[in-house]
């Protein structure tokens, strides 16, 4: 009705333009009034003002500091895209969390952490999942066009010249790893180690109960220890097991954690999880606008936190520049 309202009135019918009183400015002036008005209506359409709200289910563990943070850092990337979204908490510590999942409406599952991402993805495999704060590599089954997210873990790239800025005398860069879960990422780890001028000494795993007693011989063939995410190695007692005995061989350790460089570790780098959180949402606005997920496959978080051992370093005789300190989130052994 407005659409013909307005196209009335810049329009008289032919007895009107007999009229002294219609002018042709007066036509031209109106006509341009009217060009204008279909302007900003096009203009518009192509907002959310026109949109549905979306509604966006939540899996998190609830009460978890950093999960928290990750979860106020994907809604503020909403409320920057002006989206209107209503948010559904999931806690995925609670019985029948999938099955009050499965009941509810959503347009897209987000999920926080790696055990929500893993059991939300094989109860709702159809659905359009985003996570963020999951630590990689994750189950060979966690694959589909439907599934994309923010890992935590550092590029090894980034790892490795670290390493070297801090040591630069160390080269030979040892490595525990299960081949079932981190063969590719030792592949990959070798080929940038290469071309770094690094060398790194896999050593493959299948329990650490096989490692343990030939641990200090296998020590004394490295120069540094880089303990990466894997699902037999990074198990508190061996961790403990493991620090223990690269401080007694005088090996600096780089973890995967600031709890790794409260217990020994020379070095941790790690993501930010609001930041996280913050990239998550950004995919999530881009599926919104019509983007693959695919895309967003493996997105690495572009915040790096760094935390060192003052204490660890000075034993270990390593000299650590003013300058890198100062670049670190948290300094330890002071």
Same mark, same amino acid.
Do not use: M
């Given at each position: 009705m407005i659409f013909w309202q307005a196209f009335d009135s810049i329009c008289p019918d032919e007895d009107n333009l007999k009229q002294d009183s219609i002018k042709p400015d007066m036509i031209v002036t109106k006509t341009c009034s009217f060009l204008c008005f279909l302007f900003c209506l096009s203009v518009l359409a192509g907002t959310e003002i026109f949109a549905?709200?979306?509604?966006?289910?939540?899996?998190?563990?609830?009460?978890?500091?950093?999960?928290?943070?990750?979860?106020?850092?994907?809604?503020?990337? @909403?409320k920057n895209a002006n989206l209107d979204v209503k948010y559904q908490v999931f806690d995925v510590s609670h019985k029948d969390v999938f099955s009050e999942l499965a009941g509810a409406r959503n347009d897209l @599952?987000?999920?926080?952490?790696?055990?929500?991402?893993?059991?939300?993805?094989?109860?709702?495999?159809?659905? *359009? @999942?985003?996570?963020?704060s999951v630590l990689g590599p994750l189950t060979s089954?966690?694959?589909?066009?439907?599934? *994309?997210?923010v890992y935590l873990n550092i590029p090894l790239l980034t790892q490795l010249e670290t390493m070297k800025k801090l040591t630069p005398g160390l080269k030979k860069i040892g490595v525990l790893y299960n081949p079932g879960l981190n063969n590719s990422t030792i592949v990959e780890a070798k080929s940038y180690a290469v071309a770094n001028g690094q060398t790194i000494v896999?050593?493959?795993?299948?329990?650490?109960?096989? @490692? *343990?007693?030939?641990?200090?011989d296998w020590l004394l063939t490295i120069d540094i220890l880089w303990i990466i995410p894997d699902n037999i190695v990074c198990k508190q007692a061996n961790i403990q097991h493991l620090l223990l005995q690269a401080f007694q061989a005088e090996k600096p350790v780089v973890g995967i954690s600031p709890e790794f460089v409260k217990?020994?570790?020379?070095?941790?780098?790690?993501?930010?999880?609001?930041?996280?959180?913050?990239?998550?949402?950004?995919?999530?606005? *881009?599926?919104?606008?019509?983007?693959?997920?695919?895309?967003?496959?493996?997105?690495?978080?572009?915040?790096?936190?760094m935390y060192l051992n003052r204490k660890i370093a000075q034993k270990l005789g390593i000299a650590i520049s003013d300058k890198l300190y100062a670049s670190a989130t948290e300094i330890y052994g002071d």
């Open positions: 549905e709200p979306k509604t966006i289910a939540v899996v998190t563990l609830q009460n978890s500091q950093v999960y928290d943070e990750a979860l106020e850092g994907f809604k503020e990337s @909403i @599952i987000y999920t926080i952490g790696t055990a929500a991402t893993v059991k939300t993805f094989r109860s709702a495999k159809d659905s *359009a @999942i985003i996570f963020s089954d966690l694959n589909g066009e439907n599934l *994309a997210g896999a050593q493959q795993i299948n329990d650490y109960k096989d @490692i *343990a007693p030939k641990l200090k217990s020994g570790a020379l070095l941790a780098l790690t993501a930010d999880y609001k930041d996280c959180g913050r990239q998550a949402g950004e995919i999530a606005v *881009a599926f919104f606008k019509g983007e693959q997920l695919l895309q967003y496959k493996e997105t690495p978080p572009r915040t790096t936190h």
